[in-house]
């Protein structure tokens, strides 16, 4: 297990492959739309290959969590970000609707300043990863798992949820004493609380899957309500790839808008493309380049996303800053999620890269105190796993 976790291909091959695993399951595939499955699932086979090859692993778990950030100040810095993430969290349910308590509908209506506010409080998926890593204080600690992972469902964003789950989880598998056995009852908890919350937040916000035309398997119309839900969820991207290669379409807007602040959509595609079903507009990470640059563009982007996951990887190996950490929890996250939607060559994602690196600028040229802020090289053992809560 210690060698999935290590892998860069487990968090962007493996992933695309059990999607297209799923999709196969899901739908009777319509003529033609194996040529769009088959291509993903040859791009994830190859980068297996070369990530086996290559051989550049993540640091191992015991020199992560030989790491000490609290009273650091990487950790001062990532407090204070905290705090400011929360204040628009704040402002966000404060000054506009909120949707799990108002209109479901709402979530997708971006009131003048709202969409500001947003790009702000988005970034909550950071809190639980830095209340387990930069506090000793249980109620601070706490306070921030709790708000990073109650927001998104009050604002019904299910892809905050996951994000914050995501990194929880990873952090705590990080974090483990490598003397103890994996914790499986925490990580399976965690699991099964983000899989019920993405269920009956998908039938409050999209209301029931009786509309949805897409030619389904008889094994899909015969699941649970909350599993078509979570099949639905992994699966649509795939189909909806395979369908644009069938279709031969081009459209360069979608690549544009994802690209450039304020172009147009970034996440989900424009209603003149002639998905099968115009309500599942997603199509993986990879089809606005499909759409700009044809298959060879997709695979193209399919390389990119894996040197980018590479890159995340190799600052974390050279320092195991805590900014370092951030910004590979966020870009292994976007990898696992590529199968669904676009959310690694959109400039949101490229921001958040920026800021965690002129954070982590700004927490070298702070000065260190004795007695107070210690270096972040220190190698006690975390606060964290001394008092043995969460």
Known sequence: MKWLLRSPATYIAWPLLLACAVTWLAYDLPAGYLQGMSLLMMAAGAIVLVDTFAGIRLPSIARVRARDYTGSREALVALVFAAVVILFCGLDLALFPVPLLDNPASYATMEPGREHVRHISSLCWTLPPIGLLCTRQRGLRNALIIVGLVFPVLVIDRNRIFAALFSFALVILFRRDERRPLPWKSIGVIGVLGATVFSVL????????????????????????????????????????????????TDTSLLIGQLVPQAGPMTSAPTDIPFDAANINVGTEFLPFLLAFGPLGAVASMFLLYALLVWSVRRLRASVSLFSLLIFLRVAYVCVMSPFAPQAFIWTNGAFIVLCLSMQLCAALLPSRRGGLSLSHSTEPHAWNKTKST
């Open 202 to 249: 998908g039938a409050v916000r999209s209301g029931s899957l009786d509309n949805v035309a897409l030619p389904f398997s008889p094994l899909y119309l015969a699941s649970p309500q909350g599993i078509k839900w979570l099949v639905l969820y992994v699966s649509a991207g795939p189909y909806n790839f395979a369908s644009m290669v069938a279709k031969g379409y």
